[in-house]
T-cell receptor, first 116, second 113 residues
Framework: EAQVTQNPRYLITVTGKKLTVTCSQN?????MSWYRQDPGLGLRQIYY???????DKGDVPEGYKVSRKEKRNFPLILESPSPNQTSLYFC???????????????FGNGTRLTVT | QQQVKQSPQSLIVQKGGISIINCAYE??????FPWYQQFPGKGPALLIA?????SEKKEGRFTISFNKSAKQFSLHIMDSQPGDSATYFC????????????FGKGTTLSVSS
């Protein structure tokens, strides 16, 4: 089954304790992206990657890092989490270089992060 | 110029009624306008999408109406059902796959039985 898999689904941590949220896709997609979803703010892009070793900032990159060492994986790293990073996080992927109509963005089921 | 403005924030509709969600954009370079549906505990999933050279697209009970001159597009859900209760996001982007999708802030739809 084609899917984007995120882990963990739920995470509670304390301020300053480094954490990583993993994302893996099995569709051989070039493009991967991280979004955060907050009430009243919708989905905002954090980082994206056009291909292996190619990453760039989205709209809200502060406090986050990413890496793309393999095509299928795109982990999100919070080096020193703070309470304002409490949110619902989504990883997404799509084909690159084709019409968006033929290659829509596929989302994972989300990771709910709480930073106390 | 990059914003997509969505309204209303929440919507309650009776079973069998029509649900209408509106979006407006400013960037005339946008050329892909999808709607995503999100159920609790799940990620958003593509519902329907439209190109700017088409004024309407229908898939089952879901229809996108597109007004290029007004830079507006809307989602109509005919014969709304309780199973349609979800959060709906409009979005827009420019260019080929692999570029940023700009989302509206979402509309929470509740269909009462």
């Amino acid at each position: 089954e084609a899917q984007v898999t995120q882990n963990p689904r739920y995470l509670i941590t304390v301020t300053g304790k480094k954490l990583t949220v993993t994302c893996s896709q099995n569709m051989n997609h070039e493009y991967m992206s991280w979004y955060r979803q907050d009430p009243g703010l919708g989905l905002r892009q954090i980082y994206y990657s056009m291909n292996v070793e190619v990453t760039d900032k989205g709209d809200v990159p502060e406090g986050y890092k990413v890496s793309r060492k393999e095509k299928r994986n795109f982990p999100l790293i919070l080096e020193s989490p703070s309470p304002n990073q409490t949110s619902l996080y989504f990883c997404a992927s799509s084909r690159q270089g084709r019409s968006s109509y033929n290659s829509p963005l596929h989302f994972g089921n989300g990771t709910r992060l709480t930073v106390t | 110029q990059q914003q997509v403005k969505q309204s209303p924030q929440s919507l309650i509709v009776q079973k069998g009624g029509i649900s209408i969600i509106n979006c407006a954009y400013e960037n005339t370079a946008f050329d892909y306008f999808p709607w995503y549906q999100q159920f609790p505990g799940k990620g958003p999933a593509l519902l329907i999408a439209i190109r700017p050279d088409v004024s309407e697209k229908k898939e089952g009970r879901f229809t996108i109406s597109f007004n290029k001159s007004a830079k507006q597009f809307s989602l109509h859900i005919m014969d709304s059902q309780p199973g349609d209760s979800a959060t709906y996001f409009c979005a827009a982007k420019r260019g080929q796959a692999g570029t940023a999708l700009i989302f509206g802030k979402g509309t929470t739809l509740s269909v009462s039985s």
